[in-house]
């Protein structure tokens, strides 16, 4: 479904269709066969395109992993506000960033392994541009790290080591995650939420058996 016709102004442009085949089609190509090992008829083909339409709607092979890689590094940025905006206490707003992290990766999992396993073959500027996402998305999480250490509520002494231990947990969900598995992204978000905890040394006082 085009982003036109989701919000409701209208079927897409013959333009906008085509370049959004295009990017499915890559995604599926990429997750195949790795960002060397396809070729733009790999794409094209694909999209049930010419290999020169490609070149009409996109500069090259490189640009349309640019562009896969640019909106779910947003994508994922957009879900860790999100969840940092639902409480101001840093136990919730790191079990919130932690689960929806994590199942965001496992739903994605195709995705996800191309944005986070291809970056080598990003040129030099688009992978300092996804590079600063990056930097943006571990900024937060570890923010949330530092003032739970701060509260007395985390016990950590490198909170960015911790924060980049947390962020590689949920990110290699997509390299193993699989529909067919048995464990639901849900579940999977879940776990992963109560070992952040445990990484972190949090004890709820609420509850004597953690004590």
């Known amino acids: 479904m085009s982003r036109a016709t989701e919000n409701g102004v209208g079927a897409a ?3 906008t269709d085509a370049r959004e085949r295009l990017f499915a089609a890559a995604v599926e190509a990429f997750a195949d066969k790795g960002f060397h090992g396809t070729t733009t008829r790999d794409i094209a083909t694909r999209a049930g395109m010419s290999p020169a339409a490609l070149y ?3 500069k090259s092979k490189e640009d349309l992993l640019y562009l896969i890689s640019r909106a779910g590094h ?9 969840a940092l905006s639902a409480s101001e206490n840093p136990v919730d707003q790191l079990t919130a960033v932690i689960s929806a992290f994590t199942e965001h990766h496992a739903r994605n999992h195709t995705t996800a392994r191309i944005v986070n396993y291809e970056l080598a073959a990003l040129s ?4 300092n541009e996804i590079a600063g996402i990056r930097r ?3 900024r937060h999480v570890r923010e949330i790290v530092s003032a739970g250490v ?3 509520d985390f016990h950590t002494g490198d909170p960015r080591m911790t924060t980049l231990a947390l962020l590689s947990l949920g990110l ?3 390299r193993w995650y699989r529909d067919e598995g048995q464990w639901s992204p849900q579940a999977i978000a879940g776990h992963y939420r109560d070992l952040a905890l445990r990484m972190l040394g949090y004890r709820d006082q609420r509850n004597p058996a953690d004590a």
């Open 124 to 127: 030099p500027e688009h992978l």
């Open 172 to 174: 290699d969900v997509a």
């Open 74 to 82: 947003h994508a994922t940025l957009r879900l860790v506000k999100n």
């Open 136 to 138: 943006e998305i571990e």
């Open 150 to 152: 701060t509260t007395g």
């Open 56 to 58: 009409i709607h996109h």
């Open 13 to 15: 442009s013959p333009a």
